[in-house]
């Protein structure tokens, strides 16, 4: 199938999850709080996803679903009950919600040859589960990542729907948080997609511009999205227990799996790696040691 072919079926896969979404609002009825009107939404789109995946054998489908749904959930919030909150701060969080979320589908649609490409992840996970997988892709790699969206989107609600208080100087910080994990995202994946264009000799490591001062920036930048948004939410004057919940399950997705598997990846694969290690900061950017 041609690349231009198979961006129609991921784009129809997407429209019939959003018309989906829209009907399970539609039936719920009057009254129940914002988030659990998401999170309804959330289930019905993932399960169309996840069955486009399945009748195409392809979990690479739900790779977007990560970006493109607090791009929906944003607008929602704010113009479906933000009746309260504070509009600059409504428009702002939306602004940087948008910039994070095309900047990012943007970064994967580029990067996204067709449904000849599927995540190694995914791949080495079929291999080991067998007939298994159908049972792990809907709940480990389709439904779990909803939910941590769905947990990182919490923050959103004291943004967008319930803080009254006027906006201080905890907006600016957070804006600057926000608005700099995108640019350290985007600087990241740009300098990425530099390097595996040239094609360097195999098992060179990656070690130009930002990947010189930290291993994985770009799972920094996004940990410090969703921590941006926290800030907002606090700013805002919500709960800050719920307001921890988000970045909690962020840093312990990256540090706890997505790191330690890219790691033990690269150290099979490039044999530079190590040394690369011993001198490269994990996450934090960080003036690298000396050899």
């Not at 312990?252 to 890219?262: D, H, I, K, N, Q």
């Amino acid at each position: 199938m041609s690349r231009g072919k198979a961006f129609l079926w991921v784009s129809a896969a997407y429209v019939l999850a959003g018309v989906a979404a829209l009907g399970t609002v539609a039936f719920l009825p009057v009254g129940p709080d914002p988030m659990v009107r998401v999170a309804a939404a959330d289930l019905a789109a993932t399960v169309v996803v996840f069955l486009f995946s399945v009748a195409f054998g392809n979990t690479s489908f739900y790779d977007p679903y990560w970006s493109v749904a607090p791009l929906v959930i944003a607008p929602y919030l704010w113009l479906g009950f933000g009746d309260g909150a504070v509009p600059a701060r409504q428009v702002l969080v939306t602004a940087l919600v948008f910039a994070w979320g095309l900047r990012l589908t943007y970064n994967w649609a580029r990067g996204w040859s067709g449904l000849d490409h599927e995540d190694w992840r995914y791949v080495d996970l079929r291999n080991k589960t067998g007939k298994a997988f159908v049972v792990v892709n809907f709940l480990g790699l389709q439904l779990f990542p909803t939910v941590l969206v769905f947990l990182g989107c919490l923050s959103l609600v004291p943004a967008l729907v319930t803080g009254d208080r006027p906006l201080s100087a905890l907006d600016a910080v957070a804006a600057v948080v926000t608005g700099g994990a995108v640019l350290i995202e985007g600087l990241a994946d740009n300098q990425l997609r530099a390097f595996v264009r040239s094609k360097p000799p195999a098992g060179t490591v990656m070690e130009r511009g930002l990947w010189s001062w930290s291993r994985h920036p770009n799972y920094f930048g996004e940990i410090s999205f969703w921590c941006g948004l926290a800030l907002f939410g606090l700013a805002a004057g919500g709960p800050t227990p719920v307001l921890l919940v988000g970045p909690g399950v962020m840093i312990a997705l990256f540090v706890g799996v997505s790191v330690p598997m890219m790691e033990k990846r690269m150290l099979a694969r490039r044999p530079g790696y190590p040394e690369y290690k011993r001198r490269v900061s994990a996450l934090i950017p960080l003036p690298p040691r000396r050899s």
